[in-house]
């Protein structure tokens, strides 16, 4: 009699073993509609959810654009996105998602059903998904095998237990005044490898060198010698690093959360794994450019709110691309920026950030070399310097010992648009540049000197601290307790 107790109560069990893993479930044909946004996949504990949400509202006016995204379902105030497919295209409210008959989740949007995004796992087997308490949205075959999982397409967040591996980045939407975005990515070098920070120009420089067309201003320590998988994650303990080695047995923390004991190597292989953590965290890059830590707090004070553990960049003006092409300047406190235009530039759409004015500054034309000193003046910008990359660099003299004749150099040389003087270890050097890309920072040991053109009233910079209407408004504060070693002029072109 007890045996037969026992086995109903297995069978019991099991059977409600089986249905809760059913509950979770997303089946074949399954189908979200954009114009029922409320309508979403929610993950066992409603921890998650996964469905359309509104690009932005106002009030009781919802914007009919839409992200296919990820979110926490349950934290109060503004939603917090965490996975996009579709953050560069948002759709209209006429957009519907579905896991079709051949196992593809394909994104669909407008009268004739225009594809916008899909998982392309047709014919891999696909036949049901699951939204996982991990925040992983993970699409199953037959064998309950990962066909495609959202942790290894990430957007500009890391959930704990994700990995980041070699051929994985983090990106920032690109930018819809100009198009540049921030990436957190492995940056492979002959013998070492590190994880770094960079600032990507527009699309529209795609064909030139990639020197070029990016530049890095923060970077993880470097790993010398690598074998095996090398993955970056954030662990449940709240720590952030690199695991790496045939058995994931090296580990290089650039965070470490001093109440974490599990170490990193344990989280590199639980990323399918349907269980919540037990604190509620998120390693965002955010579209300033600084890659920040956050863990969710029930009482901060009386209210419900994330708050800040780390940050990779203190100084704000430490990261590229801050002020488009204008130079960033830190206040009396050393934590607040401001951005100014350089001579012959301007702000975009009233915003902090500043961009090229081309029937202002630029090359001379034609081909006769000597007609640039007729056409263009120099324009000095004191105690700033520049970010730039390799590829931007025309030439470099150490020869010049007056601070007026490196701008003269500029002047004589018809490809160049600037150039930075200064002084390293007492000696002086001048930089010649064909571009001016990244942006520049308040150094009282050098002087930029911008080539603008001759003819027509052309505002001259602000120095640090200057006001008028070239300032732009104050960015973020930037936190955390990292120190960050960002290369001066001389070294730039070699990052």
């Known amino acids: 009699m007890a045996s037969g107790a026992n086995s109903f109560f297995f069978i019991l069990g099991f059977a409600w073993f089986i249905q ?16 029922d946004h409320n309508q979403v996949w929610l993950s066992d504990n409603r921890t998650f959810a996964f469905g359309f949400s509104p690009l932005s509202s106002s009030g009781d006016n919802v914007n009919d ?34 896991l079709d008959v051949t196992g593809n989740l394909v994104l669909t949007d407008g009268a004739a059903a225009s594809v916008v995004w899909s998982s392309n796992t047709s014919g891999d087997g696909a036949e049901y998904a699951v939204m996982s308490e991990s925040g992983n949205f993970i699409l199953f075959n037959a064998e309950r095998s990962p066909v495609w999982q959202s942790f290894s397409h990430p957007s500009d967040t890391l959930l704990p237990n994700q990995p980041l591996s070699v051929s994985l980045e983090l990106t920032t939407s690109k930018s819809p005044s100009h198009g540049g975005y921030y990436t957190l990515k492995m940056l492979q070098q002959r013998t070492t490898l590190k994880l770094a920070l960079t ?7 795609e064909g030139l060198p990639e020197s070029y067309a990016n530049y890095s201003y923060w970077s993880a320590p470097e790993i010398s010698n690598v074998t095996g998988e090398v993955i970056a994650v954030l662990d449940e303990g709240g720590s952030f690093g690199v695991v790496y080695g045939d058995s994931s047995n090296g580990a290089v923390y650039v ?22 953590t037990q604190v509620v965290r998120r390693l965002t890059l955010e579209s300033n450019g600084n890659l920040r830590l956050y863990r969710w707090d029930d009482d901060v004070n009386g209210s419900r709110q994330w708050v800040p553990e780390w940050a990779a960049v203190s100084n704000p003006c430490d990261i590229a691309g ?25 702000k975009d759409n009233g915003g902090s950030q500043c961009f090229e004015n081309s029937s202002s500054v630029g090359k001379c ?15 000095p910008v004191q105690q700033t310097n520049y970010y730039y990359s390799e590829f931007s660099v025309i030439a470099n003299y150490s020869d010049i010992n007056t601070v007026a004749k490196c701008g003269d150099a500029c002047l004589t040389d018809c490809e160049c648009v600037a150039s930075v003087y200064g002084l390293d270890d007492e000696k002086p050097y001048c930089w010649v540049l064909r571009s001016l890309d990244f942006g520049g920072f308040e150094d009282a040991g050098s002087t930029l000197f911008v080539k603008v053109k001759s003819n027509g009233s052309i505002p001259e910079a602000n120095g640090p601290g200057g006001g008028g209407d070239s300032s732009g408004s104050a960015k973020e504060k ?11 002029a001389l070294e730039m072109g070699l990052l």
């Open 199 to 205: 600032f990507n120009l527009p699309e529209s420089y």
């Open 20 to 35: 809760a893993c059913m509950a979770g479930q997303i089946g074949i044909r399954s189908r979200l509609f954009a114009s």
């Open 255 to 276: 965070y470490k959360n001093d109440n974490d004991n599990g170490g990193l190597s344990a989280s590199t292989n639980q990323s399918i794994r349907n269980v919540r």
């Open 365 to 379: 034309g034609g081909q006769n070399h000597q007609s640039s000193s007729t056409q263009f003046r120099i324009s």
């Open 322 to 346: 801050i002020c488009g092409n204008g130079i960033c300047y830190l206040d009396k406190s050393k934590t607040n920026a401001s951005c100014s235009c350089l001579p012959g530039t301007f």
């Open 65 to 98: 654009r839409f992200l296919l995204a990820i979110w926490f379902a349950e934290l109060p105030g503004d939603r917090t996105v965490i996975w996009s497919a579709n953050r560069n295209s948002p759709v209209s409210k006429n957009a519907i998602v579905e």
């Open 478 to 488: 930037a936190t955390g307790d990292l120190e960050v070693y960002i290369k001066e």
